[in-house]
DNA sequence: GGATGATGTCATCAG
DNA sequence: TTCTGATGACATCAT
């Protein structure tokens, strides 16, 4: 409701309607700068100057999506855009597009396939001037409309790859664009960015208002919170390993929401909010390419981050870990230390160790002195350790191993949420993390011990080892050590060979240990079997025996009796038995003793006992 | 949710 | 002294 200010005749009766009105106005909502001409004048100038800010983001973005799907290609199959393989630069030879849309790793060295970055990259290329441009615009569109966002209006997808805040200003995407973004955010490396640029941002805590309700929207995470000066001194410790991180391409969670699909009902959210800036924020911060320079080569003027980023090598899809034992030794001997260090410094190489964490430095330099142990008992550890491990090995890992890149690389929102519960610390990192909706949960119920053998394999890679676990483990002595002579390993891998053999040969010995106590059992149970049947015939045997003994006393009492009834004396009298007994000397002689003698010769010959 | 078996790992001891 | 195998104890996971 508007008031008419202009009024001709101001009575006082009109002017006590005017006040009337004017009070039923400010309880309805209305503010007084309603009715302030100046004040409306200015908004409508802000307005249309939104306006055309808006014309021209929408321009922008059309370019942008022609930019954009001319690098993609639609993957017929999945449905999913997979990046074009600039036609200059072959593709490696093993590398699929399955690889390279499951896989992209952002290392951005040997670049081959298209990747996002690259993409983001051609367009930074693209349009320079509109990016800087842009970017002042939304900082200053920022600051002034920022209150009036309102969640129907859609935001404008990335179009500059500074690190400017994420234009809240009413925006309109085209249908085409949205679905391509949509395609885009499908990416596992996208969702990695995203959980990244999250749980970055939830562990470096720099929420200017940690407890508003804007830092707890999980979109909230994709506006720059910080100021200049927190970012800066964030990147120093976190962006950069954000940073590498998002390079490296290893497959987190999504932090707040835990799982995928979580994060994809969230999607059209994320997608809204999702602009080029925060991915640039996320990318190319210049506060991340000033303090990276030196180390990644992408050098960051400032005012322009990307405008030196068409001058990078494009990125490679996949850094494959390659098993075979020389190669891989031979291009990771060398950086292994140098590309690793301390992760508080935010930079490490295909490791991906994450710098967002304080714990992280201890797999820099200095952490490859811990041995696999160390590592494992890390890996048990539900709150940072576990995190650690996985990012130090997120990925770097083949196709095949992918799965188990998923689940060793328990994803820094996994540990969040582990904090949270930690009595599920120690479930299937596979499930936890927010791809156990993707096909790979067929995976899920993988035997232990190929886990187990997995877990060794994925460490050796991690690290470079240039022989096989199996070669470690099953290799005699001599032949071990000459291995181990031949090869100039660090101290690192070194701790690491030596725990997957002493591992391995516990585990045989701990196999042969077990076969060994089930056949001690076996064959004491069938001992005791033996034992008993032997002791059922030894009892039949004297049952037998005692029925035996009876029989014969018995026809030994019949037989005396009967000799003795045969006995006469000098009168033809016959013995009566209890005055006499018989009884047989040594020498087979009978004599018919009285009684009376009976205990004296009972005593002296037991021959004939009286019956 | 507890019981149970399988398995891996560590610590320790003995050869 | 070091290495290696054996084994008890414990933890974890699957059923």
Not at 128 to 145: G, H, I, K, R, Y
Not at 209 to 228: I, K, R, W
């Amino acid at each position: 409701m508007i008031l008419e200010m202009e009024v001709p005749h101001s009575g006082q009766q009109d002017m006590e309607l005017i006040d009337i009105l004017w009070n039923q106005d400010i309880d309805l909502g209305a503010r007084r700068e309603v009715f302030d001409y100046n004040h409306r004048q200015k908004e409508h100038e802000l307005r249309r100057q939104r306006e055309l800010e808006e014309e021209k983001r929408q321009h922008l973005v059309r370019e942008q999506e022609k930019a954009l799907l001319a690098q993609l290609q639609l993957d017929e199959e999945t449905g999913e855009y997979i990046p074009c393989p600039p036609p200059n630069a072959p593709l490696q030879s093993d590398v699929t597009p399955l690889e390279v849309t499951q896989n992209v790793s952002f290392t951005g060295e040997n670049g081959d396939a298209m990747s996002f970055d690259e993409c983001l990259q051609l367009l930074a290329e693209t349009f320079p001037v509109e990016e800087t441009e842009n970017t002042s615009v939304c900082l200053d569109t920022t600051a002034v409309s920022a209150p009036t966002m309102s969640p129907e209006q859609p935001v404008l997808p990335p179009v500059t790859l500074s690190p400017a805040p994420p234009p809240p200003l009413p925006q309109r995407i085209s249908p085409d664009l949205e679905q391509a973004w949509m395609e885009l955010l499908s990416l596992p490396e996208l969702q990695q960015c995203l959980s990244m640029q999250m749980e970055d941002t939830l562990e470096t805590t720099v929420y200017p208002l940690p407890n508003s309700p804007e830092a707890q929207n999980p979109n909230y995470s994709f506006y720059p919170m910080t100021n200049l000066t927190d970012q800066k001194t964030n990147s120093l410790n976190a962006c950069p390993a954000e940073f590498m991180n998002t390079f490296d391409g290893s497959v987190p969670s999504m932090a707040p929401t835990d799982n995928l699909s979580q994060m994809k009902a969230k999607a059209p959210q994320l997608n809204a909010n999702l602009t080029a800036e925060s991915f640039c924020d996320m990318y190319y911060p210049d506060a991340i390419l000033e303090e990276n320079s030196g180390q990644r080569g992408l050098e960051g003027n400032g005012s322009n981050a990307m405008s030196d980023i068409p001058n990078k090598p494009p990125f490679t899809p996949v850094d494959l870990y390659s098993l075979s034992p020389g190669d891989v030794f031979d291009s990771g001997k060398q950086n292994l230390t140098v590309e690793l260090p301390d992760s508080d410094s935010g930079i490490s190489s295909n490791t991906s160790p994450n710098a967002s964490s304080p714990g992280k430095s201890m797999y820099g330099n200095e952490s490859f002195c811990y041995s696999d142990s160390d590592i494992e008992e890390m890996d048990h550890n539900p709150g940072s350790a576990e995190s650690d491990y996985s990012e130090m090995f997120s990925l770097n890992f083949q196709p095949d191993d992918h799965q188990m890149a998923i689940s060793l690389s328990a994803p820094i929102g996994q540990t969040q949420q582990q904090e949270k519960n930690p009595k599920h610390h120690k479930t299937d990192p596979a499930e936890d993390n927010g791809h156990n909706s993707t096909p790979f949960t067929k995976d899920k119920h993988k035997k232990r011990s190929e886990v187990r053998l997995s877990r060794d394999e994925q460490r050796a890679k991690a690290l470079k080892i240039p022989f096989t676990v199996d070669m470690i483990i099953n290799l005699p002595v001599d032949d071990f050590n000459e291995l181990m002579s031949k090869h100039e390993l660090n101290e690192a891998q070194l701790a690491l060979v030596r725990d997957i053999r002493r591992r391995g040969k516990n585990k045989v010995a701990a196999q042969n240990c077990r076969k060994r106590k089930m056949e001690n059992i076996v064959g004491l149970e069938s001992n005791l079997d033996s034992l008993k049947e032997e002791k059922e015939r030894l009892l039949s045997e004297k049952s037998q025996n005692i029925t035996d003994l009876k029989e014969m006393k018995q026809q030994l009492n019949s037989l005396y009796l009967e000799v003795f009834s045969m006995l006469r004396d000098e009168k033809g009298n016959s013995y009566s038995p209890s005055d006499y007994s018989l009884q047989q000397s040594t020498d087979g002689s009978v004599f018919l003793v009285p009684r009376i003698k009976k205990t004296f010769i009972k005593s002296e010959d037991n021959l004939f006992s009286p019956l």
